[in-house]
Protein backbone atom coordinates (compact mmCIF):
# COMPACT_ATOMS: atom_id res chain seq x y z
CA UNK A 1 0.00 0.00 0.00
CA UNK A 2 1.35 3.46 -0.94
CA UNK A 3 0.57 6.83 0.57
CA UNK A 4 -0.45 9.59 -1.84
CA UNK A 5 -1.43 12.94 -0.33
CA UNK A 6 -3.09 15.33 -1.98
CA UNK A 7 -2.10 18.76 -1.37
CA UNK A 8 -3.96 21.21 -3.69
CA UNK A 9 -6.96 23.07 -3.24
CA UNK A 10 -9.42 21.38 -0.88
CA UNK A 11 -12.62 21.92 -2.75
CA UNK A 12 -10.80 20.29 -5.51
CA UNK A 13 -10.37 16.90 -3.87
CA UNK A 14 -13.56 15.33 -4.49
CA UNK A 15 -13.01 15.29 -7.85
CA UNK A 16 -9.65 13.92 -8.46
CA UNK A 17 -10.43 11.61 -5.68
CA UNK A 18 -12.96 9.96 -8.04
CA UNK A 19 -10.25 9.99 -11.65
CA UNK A 20 -7.11 9.09 -9.51
CA UNK A 21 -9.09 6.28 -8.24
CA UNK A 22 -10.16 5.01 -11.25
CA UNK A 23 -6.94 5.51 -13.23
CA UNK A 24 -4.68 3.55 -9.69
CA UNK A 25 -7.21 0.63 -9.82
CA UNK A 26 -6.56 0.27 -13.76
CA UNK A 27 -2.86 0.16 -13.04
CA UNK A 28 -3.75 -2.55 -9.90
CA UNK A 29 -1.83 0.24 -7.54
CA UNK A 30 -3.17 -0.24 -3.93
CA UNK A 31 -3.16 3.08 -2.78
CA UNK A 32 -4.39 5.19 0.22
CA UNK A 33 -5.27 8.86 -1.65
CA UNK A 34 -5.83 11.62 1.68
CA UNK A 35 -5.73 14.71 2.13
CA UNK A 36 -4.14 14.10 5.32
CA UNK A 37 -1.05 11.73 6.06
CA UNK A 38 1.68 11.27 8.58
CA UNK A 39 4.82 13.35 6.25
CA UNK A 40 6.97 10.69 6.60
CA UNK A 41 4.68 8.41 5.48
CA UNK A 42 3.94 9.71 2.42
CA UNK A 43 5.49 8.08 -0.94
CA UNK A 44 3.82 10.61 -3.48
CA UNK A 45 2.55 13.87 -2.96
CA UNK A 46 -0.07 15.59 -5.62
CA UNK A 47 0.74 18.98 -5.28
CA UNK A 48 -0.58 22.91 -6.67
CA UNK A 49 0.52 26.11 -4.93
CA UNK A 50 -2.62 26.65 -3.93
CA UNK A 51 -2.59 24.76 -0.69
CA UNK A 52 -0.86 25.10 2.58
CA UNK A 53 2.01 23.01 2.11
CA UNK A 54 5.33 25.02 1.83
CA UNK A 55 7.55 22.87 4.07
CA UNK A 56 8.60 19.49 2.00
CA UNK A 57 11.26 18.64 3.94
CA UNK A 58 9.34 16.30 6.69
CA UNK A 59 7.89 14.59 3.53
CA UNK A 60 11.75 12.10 3.67
CA UNK A 61 10.05 8.91 1.80
CA UNK A 62 8.51 10.98 -0.66
CA UNK A 63 9.11 9.84 -3.87
CA UNK A 64 8.22 12.63 -6.22
CA UNK A 65 6.08 15.56 -6.32
CA UNK A 66 3.47 15.85 -8.63
CA UNK A 67 2.48 19.38 -9.59
CA UNK A 68 -1.02 19.36 -11.42
CA UNK A 69 -0.51 22.96 -12.61
CA UNK A 70 2.20 23.24 -15.71
CA UNK A 71 3.77 26.62 -14.01
CA UNK A 72 6.26 25.89 -11.35
CA UNK A 73 7.84 29.29 -10.62
CA UNK A 74 5.96 29.57 -7.08
CA UNK A 75 7.60 26.65 -5.82
CA UNK A 76 10.55 25.54 -8.15
CA UNK A 77 12.83 27.73 -5.66
CA UNK A 78 11.73 26.39 -2.35
CA UNK A 79 14.77 24.84 -0.98
CA UNK A 80 13.12 22.47 1.17
CA UNK A 81 11.46 20.54 -2.16
CA UNK A 82 13.69 18.33 -2.43
CA UNK A 83 12.17 15.61 -4.27
CA UNK A 84 11.97 14.94 -8.05
CA UNK A 85 9.43 17.81 -8.78
CA UNK A 86 6.97 17.35 -12.31
CA UNK A 87 5.42 19.84 -13.83
CA UNK A 88 1.91 18.96 -15.54
CA UNK A 89 1.56 18.12 -19.21
CA UNK A 90 -2.35 17.31 -19.73
CA UNK A 91 -3.92 16.50 -22.86
CA UNK A 92 -6.88 18.26 -21.86
CA UNK A 93 -4.72 21.60 -20.93
CA UNK A 94 -2.84 21.24 -24.26
CA UNK A 95 -6.46 21.12 -26.00
CA UNK A 96 -7.96 24.26 -23.97
CA UNK A 97 -4.56 26.22 -25.20
CA UNK A 98 -4.59 25.51 -28.76
CA UNK A 99 -8.69 26.66 -28.90
CA UNK A 100 -7.98 30.08 -26.59
CA UNK A 101 -5.03 30.70 -28.35
CA UNK A 102 -6.34 29.74 -32.01
CA UNK A 103 -9.68 31.59 -30.45
CA UNK A 104 -7.69 35.33 -29.94
CA UNK A 105 -5.55 34.57 -33.20
CA UNK A 106 -8.33 34.50 -35.64
CA UNK A 107 -9.91 36.85 -33.59
CA UNK A 108 -7.05 39.49 -34.63
CA UNK A 109 -6.42 38.38 -37.93
CA UNK A 110 -10.50 38.56 -39.15
CA UNK A 111 -10.50 42.04 -36.94
CA UNK A 112 -13.74 40.84 -35.70
CA UNK A 113 -13.50 43.50 -32.97
CA UNK A 114 -14.05 45.90 -35.69
CA UNK A 115 -17.80 44.22 -35.97
CA UNK A 116 -18.48 43.01 -32.79
CA UNK A 117 -17.67 46.12 -30.12
CA UNK A 118 -18.10 48.55 -32.31
CA UNK A 119 -21.82 49.65 -32.40
CA UNK A 120 -21.18 51.91 -35.34
CA UNK A 121 -22.67 51.37 -38.38
CA UNK A 122 -19.75 50.00 -40.49
CA UNK A 123 -20.11 49.04 -43.54
CA UNK A 124 -16.23 48.54 -44.43
CA UNK A 125 -15.85 45.49 -47.37
CA UNK A 126 -12.61 44.70 -47.15
CA UNK A 127 -12.06 41.28 -46.89
CA UNK A 128 -9.47 40.23 -44.15
CA UNK A 129 -6.52 38.61 -45.73
CA UNK A 130 -5.76 35.06 -45.44
CA UNK A 131 -4.05 33.29 -42.94
CA UNK A 132 -1.06 32.97 -45.42
CA UNK A 133 -0.30 36.50 -45.22
CA UNK A 134 -0.29 36.72 -41.60
CA UNK A 135 2.96 35.65 -39.79
CA UNK A 136 2.51 34.05 -36.54
CA UNK A 137 5.42 33.79 -33.73
CA UNK A 138 5.36 31.89 -30.45
CA UNK A 139 7.86 32.36 -27.96
CA UNK A 140 8.00 28.84 -26.08
CA UNK A 141 8.21 26.05 -27.76
CA UNK A 142 7.08 23.45 -25.47
CA UNK A 143 4.25 21.28 -24.92
CA UNK A 144 1.99 24.08 -25.25
CA UNK A 145 3.34 26.50 -27.74
CA UNK A 146 4.51 23.28 -30.20
CA UNK A 147 0.74 22.45 -30.02
CA UNK A 148 -0.66 25.76 -30.37
CA UNK A 149 1.76 26.33 -33.45
CA UNK A 150 1.24 23.27 -34.86
CA UNK A 151 -2.78 24.05 -35.06
CA UNK A 152 -1.77 27.89 -36.19
CA UNK A 153 0.07 26.04 -39.10
CA UNK A 154 -2.99 23.71 -39.79
CA UNK A 155 -5.31 26.54 -40.25
CA UNK A 156 -2.58 28.12 -43.18
CA UNK A 157 -0.71 31.12 -40.63
CA UNK A 158 3.11 30.90 -41.16
CA UNK A 159 3.77 30.02 -37.91
CA UNK A 160 7.83 31.01 -36.23
CA UNK A 161 8.72 29.79 -33.12
CA UNK A 162 11.30 30.24 -30.50
CA UNK A 163 12.64 28.10 -27.86
CA UNK A 164 15.67 27.93 -25.72
CA UNK A 165 16.94 24.59 -27.44
CA UNK A 166 17.22 23.89 -31.06
CA UNK A 167 13.88 22.30 -32.91
CA UNK A 168 12.42 20.88 -35.39
CA UNK A 169 8.91 21.08 -35.33
CA UNK A 170 7.05 20.14 -38.70
CA UNK A 171 5.24 23.20 -40.26
CA UNK A 172 6.95 25.72 -37.71
CA UNK A 173 10.24 28.08 -38.61
CA UNK A 174 12.62 27.18 -35.35
CA UNK A 175 14.73 30.06 -33.72
CA UNK A 176 16.38 29.36 -30.81
CA UNK A 177 18.40 31.22 -27.96
CA UNK A 178 19.47 34.98 -27.72
CA UNK A 179 20.48 35.16 -31.44
CA UNK A 180 17.20 33.43 -32.77
CA UNK A 181 14.74 36.32 -30.70
CA UNK A 182 15.34 39.30 -33.33
CA UNK A 183 14.83 36.79 -36.33
CA UNK A 184 11.55 35.48 -34.21
CA UNK A 185 10.33 38.83 -33.61
CA UNK A 186 10.55 40.63 -36.62
CA UNK A 187 8.08 38.78 -38.60
CA UNK A 188 5.53 38.48 -36.02
CA UNK A 189 2.55 40.19 -36.63
CA UNK A 190 0.43 38.55 -34.03
CA UNK A 191 3.01 37.52 -31.07
CA UNK A 192 1.90 34.31 -28.43
CA UNK A 193 3.77 34.20 -25.51
CA UNK A 194 4.07 30.59 -24.13
CA UNK A 195 7.06 30.77 -22.16
CA UNK A 196 7.60 29.83 -18.55
CA UNK A 197 8.31 32.31 -15.49
CA UNK A 198 11.93 32.29 -15.39
CA UNK A 199 14.67 34.88 -14.20
CA UNK A 200 15.94 34.46 -17.79
CA UNK A 201 12.20 35.00 -19.48
CA UNK A 202 11.21 37.80 -17.59
CA UNK A 203 10.60 40.80 -19.23
CA UNK A 204 11.96 39.21 -22.41
CA UNK A 205 9.12 41.53 -23.95
CA UNK A 206 10.32 44.96 -23.13
CA UNK A 207 11.33 48.68 -24.63
CA UNK A 208 13.87 46.81 -27.32
CA UNK A 209 11.74 43.53 -27.97
CA UNK A 210 8.95 45.87 -28.74
CA UNK A 211 10.42 47.87 -30.99
CA UNK A 212 11.67 44.58 -32.97
CA UNK A 213 7.82 44.00 -33.92
CA UNK A 214 6.29 45.12 -37.15
CA UNK A 215 4.37 48.23 -36.13
CA UNK A 216 0.78 47.29 -35.54
CA UNK A 217 1.42 43.94 -34.59
CA UNK A 218 -0.68 42.30 -31.59
CA UNK A 219 0.39 40.07 -28.78
CA UNK A 220 -1.32 37.33 -26.85
CA UNK A 221 -0.12 36.78 -23.52
CA UNK A 222 -1.19 33.22 -22.32
CA UNK A 223 2.14 32.58 -20.24
CA UNK A 224 3.03 34.37 -17.14
CA UNK A 225 2.27 38.17 -16.60
CA UNK A 226 6.13 38.82 -15.79
CA UNK A 227 7.36 38.00 -19.26
CA UNK A 228 5.75 41.61 -20.02
CA UNK A 229 7.28 44.90 -19.23
CA UNK A 230 4.32 46.39 -18.62
CA UNK A 231 5.38 50.04 -18.38
CA UNK A 232 6.82 49.36 -22.09
CA UNK A 233 3.93 47.88 -23.76
CA UNK A 234 1.47 50.90 -22.02
CA UNK A 235 3.48 52.99 -23.75
CA UNK A 236 4.03 50.79 -27.25
CA UNK A 237 0.45 50.74 -27.16
CA UNK A 238 0.04 54.40 -26.47
CA UNK A 239 2.49 54.96 -29.63
CA UNK A 240 0.69 52.35 -31.98
CA UNK A 241 3.67 50.29 -32.30
CA UNK A 242 1.81 47.22 -30.77
CA UNK A 243 -2.10 47.69 -31.86
CA UNK A 244 -3.49 45.71 -29.29
CA UNK A 245 -2.94 43.06 -26.49
CA UNK A 246 -4.77 40.08 -25.05
CA UNK A 247 -3.71 39.58 -22.09
CA UNK A 248 -4.66 36.34 -19.84
CA UNK A 249 -1.83 36.46 -16.88
CA UNK A 250 -0.06 39.78 -15.07
CA UNK A 251 2.10 39.84 -12.24
CA UNK A 252 -0.31 40.36 -9.64
CA UNK A 253 -4.10 38.49 -9.99
CA UNK A 254 -5.98 38.93 -9.90
CA UNK A 255 -5.20 42.19 -11.70
CA UNK A 256 -5.64 44.78 -9.82
CA UNK A 257 -8.91 47.06 -10.47
CA UNK A 258 -7.04 50.14 -11.00
CA UNK A 259 -4.41 49.02 -13.73
CA UNK A 260 -4.60 51.26 -16.40
CA UNK A 261 -4.99 47.11 -18.75
CA UNK A 262 -8.74 47.43 -17.96
CA UNK A 263 -8.97 50.43 -19.45
CA UNK A 264 -7.96 50.61 -22.29
CA UNK A 265 -10.05 49.61 -25.81
CA UNK A 266 -7.06 48.35 -27.33
CA UNK A 267 -6.49 45.51 -24.67
CA UNK A 268 -8.49 42.74 -23.90
CA UNK A 269 -8.11 41.07 -20.14
CA UNK A 270 -8.91 37.80 -19.39
CA UNK A 271 -9.02 36.49 -15.74
CA UNK A 272 -6.17 33.74 -15.99
CA UNK A 273 -8.51 31.42 -18.01
CA UNK A 274 -6.81 30.54 -21.24
CA UNK A 275 -6.67 26.95 -20.12
CA UNK A 276 -6.93 24.65 -17.06
CA UNK A 277 -5.65 21.39 -15.75
CA UNK A 278 -8.35 18.89 -16.31
CA UNK A 279 -9.13 16.39 -13.76
CA UNK A 280 -10.22 13.42 -15.90
CA UNK A 281 -6.90 13.58 -18.45
CA UNK A 282 -4.21 15.03 -15.77
CA UNK A 283 -5.48 12.15 -13.27
CA UNK A 284 -4.00 9.61 -15.98
CA UNK A 285 -0.65 11.73 -16.30
CA UNK A 286 -0.12 11.78 -12.63
CA UNK A 287 -0.94 8.11 -11.79
CA UNK A 288 0.99 7.42 -15.00
CA UNK A 289 4.16 9.25 -13.06
CA UNK A 290 2.86 7.20 -9.92
CA UNK A 291 3.19 3.63 -11.89
CA UNK A 292 6.70 4.75 -13.51
CA UNK A 293 8.08 5.93 -9.79
CA UNK A 294 6.58 2.11 -8.45
CA UNK A 295 8.40 0.84 -11.60
CA UNK A 296 11.90 2.55 -10.76
CA UNK A 297 11.66 4.06 -14.50
CA UNK A 298 12.14 8.08 -15.24
CA UNK A 299 9.57 10.37 -14.47
CA UNK A 300 8.07 12.23 -17.22
CA UNK A 301 8.00 15.94 -16.97
CA UNK A 302 10.48 16.40 -14.58
CA UNK A 303 11.29 20.19 -13.92
CA UNK A 304 14.96 21.55 -14.49
CA UNK A 305 16.06 23.16 -11.19
CA UNK A 306 18.77 25.18 -12.77
CA UNK A 307 16.34 26.24 -15.79
CA UNK A 308 13.53 26.79 -13.58
CA UNK A 309 10.97 24.98 -15.73
P1 LIG B 1 7.24 23.75 -21.41
O1 LIG B 1 6.83 22.50 -22.10
O2 LIG B 1 8.20 23.66 -20.27
O3 LIG B 1 7.81 24.73 -22.53
C1 LIG B 1 8.49 25.90 -22.23
C2 LIG B 1 9.09 26.44 -23.49
O4 LIG B 1 9.72 27.68 -23.20
C3 LIG B 1 10.17 25.52 -24.07
O5 LIG B 1 10.10 25.51 -25.47
C4 LIG B 1 11.47 26.18 -23.61
O6 LIG B 1 12.58 25.95 -24.45
C5 LIG B 1 11.07 27.64 -23.70
N1 LIG B 1 11.96 28.45 -22.87
C6 LIG B 1 12.14 28.42 -21.54
N2 LIG B 1 13.08 29.30 -21.16
C7 LIG B 1 13.53 29.90 -22.29
C8 LIG B 1 14.49 30.89 -22.57
N3 LIG B 1 15.22 31.44 -21.59
N4 LIG B 1 14.66 31.27 -23.84
C9 LIG B 1 13.95 30.71 -24.85
N5 LIG B 1 13.00 29.76 -24.65
C10 LIG B 1 12.79 29.37 -23.38
O7 LIG B 1 5.97 24.51 -20.83
P2 LIG B 1 4.47 24.41 -21.33
O8 LIG B 1 3.80 23.24 -20.73
O9 LIG B 1 4.45 24.57 -22.81
O10 LIG B 1 3.86 25.71 -20.63
C11 LIG B 1 4.38 27.00 -20.91
C12 LIG B 1 3.86 27.98 -19.89
O11 LIG B 1 2.49 28.27 -20.12
C13 LIG B 1 3.87 27.49 -18.44
O12 LIG B 1 5.15 27.62 -17.86
C14 LIG B 1 2.86 28.38 -17.79
O13 LIG B 1 3.52 29.50 -17.28
C15 LIG B 1 1.93 28.80 -18.93
N6 LIG B 1 0.56 28.30 -18.78
C16 LIG B 1 -0.46 29.20 -18.74
C17 LIG B 1 -1.77 28.77 -18.62
C18 LIG B 1 -2.91 29.74 -18.63
O14 LIG B 1 -4.04 29.35 -18.39
N7 LIG B 1 -2.66 31.00 -18.94
C19 LIG B 1 -2.04 27.39 -18.55
C20 LIG B 1 -0.98 26.50 -18.56
C21 LIG B 1 0.32 26.97 -18.69
P3 LIG B 1 13.18 24.46 -24.62
O15 LIG B 1 12.13 23.73 -25.44
O16 LIG B 1 14.42 24.66 -25.36
O17 LIG B 1 13.32 23.90 -23.24
Redesign the pocket.
Known amino acids: MINILFAACPEQFSRYERHLTRCLKQEGITANLTTSCAPADVDYLVYAPNSALRDFSPYTRCKAVLSL?????TIVSNKSLTQPLC?M?DKG?RQG?IEWVTGHTLRYHLGMDKHIVNSGQIWDEANPPLAQHRPVTI????????SCGQALAQLGFPVTG????P?AIEGITCH??PEGLKKALQTAQILIL?????P??ENIMNTNTLAQMPKGSVIIN???GPLIDDKALLESLDQGHISAACL??FRIEPLPKDHPYWTLPNVTVTP?????TRTVTAAEVVVENIVRGEQGLPFLYLVDRT?G?
Open positions: WAGVERVLMLGMGALGSWSRSKNGLLPDTQTSGRDVHIASGLY
